[in-house]
């Protein structure tokens, strides 16, 4: 830190435009089927899996991008504080969620110990530095998962349960939003391509073997486990959010890449434009989920 200040690869009209701070709490309707994709179910226990990991990853993040704040220019502070107050709520919000997803689940209670526990380890014994480069990989595996979403949201979300796809679907949201965030931080603080590449690595391949797991507890407790259907349209979703996310990684890992220079996807941040601060709603996904 304490280097010289960065452009930070925006434009002025990107700087001038503040991150929102949405006021949003999902209220879930009584009896919600926490398995809300019924054509898919398999599709729901992923994201299931992915929403229990969020309570614990992305406080280690926020700690992480928190203890730098201090030592950052003014305009990237006020950036990182709102950013920052974006990832609070979402993991607020999904830890409320995660309440179905227990009493539904008790499997799950061991697999949330492990997250706790591997998060805390490395909130203790991994530096700053390595945290920074994590928080930057981690918005840049975020991104990359709102892009796949996007290009299968008509088939994944069609007969879905509205409340939970939009709880999915305002994180991605906001994760595409605030995109550039870790990375100035992580580039302020002395950045470097390999720690970059090593803390995108670890976020994707913690996020994907916690939310395996988790997922496995669920299709197991729903009689679902061992049917060859569930594992063929895993490995067809896998294989092509694969080809979405190994690229977009490469590209970032590329010197002189900046998460600006990524097209963002258009449904998402047009959606998103559209929330309501008087009612703190966002449209209702009501067209979109429809049979
Ligand atoms: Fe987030
Ligand atoms: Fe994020």
Not at 38 to 46: D, S, V
Not at 122 to 151: D, I, K, N, P
Not at 243 to 264: I, N, T
Request: include cysteine.
């Amino acid at each position: 830190l304490g280097r010289e200040p960065k452009g930070h690869g925006l434009t002025s009209s990107q700087r001038a435009t503040p991150l929102a701070h949405r006021r949003i709490r999902f209220e879930y309707p009584e009896g919600l089927d926490p398995l809300w994709s019924r054509r898919f179910p398999e599709f729901a226990c992923a994201a299931n899996g992915l929403s229990l990991m969020m309570p614990h990853v992305e406080p280690y993040v926020v700690k992480s991008v928190r203890a730098a704040l201090d030592q950052l220019p003014p305009e990237l502070a006020e950036r990182t504080q709102a950013y920052l107050a974006q990832e609070l709520a979402h993991h607020t919000q999904h830890h409320r969620f995660n309440e179905l997803l227990r009493a539904r689940y008790p499997g799950l209670a061991r697999v949330e110990r492990w997250m706790r526990v591997t998060y805390r380890w490395m909130h203790q014994h991994r530096s700053l530095r390595f945290g920074l480069a994590y928080a930057a990989g981690f918005e840049a595996v975020a991104y990359a998962a709102a892009r796949w979403t996007e290009s299968h949201m008509d088939e994944l979300f069609r007969g879905a349960e509205p409340v939970p796809a939009t709880l999915l679907l305002w994180h991605l949201a906001e994760e595409v939003e605030h995109k550039t965030v870790a990375f100035d931080v992580y580039e302020e603080a002395g950045g470097g391509r390999w720690l970059y590449a090593a803390g995108m690595v670890t976020s994707l391949v913690q996020m994907a073997w916690f939310a395996l797991v988790a997922m496995w507890v669920m299709l197991y407790a729903e009689g679902r486990l061992f049917r060859p259907i569930t594992h063929l349209r895993l490995v067809k979703w896998w294989l092509s959010f694969t080809f979405e996310v190994v690229p977009s990684m490469l590209a970032s890992a590329l010197p002189g890449h900046h998460p600006s220079g990524l097209s963002d996807p258009i449904w998402l941040t047009t959606w998103l434009r559209h929330y309501d601060p008087e009612t703190a709603t966002l449209p209702t996904l009501d067209g979109l989920v429809a049979e």
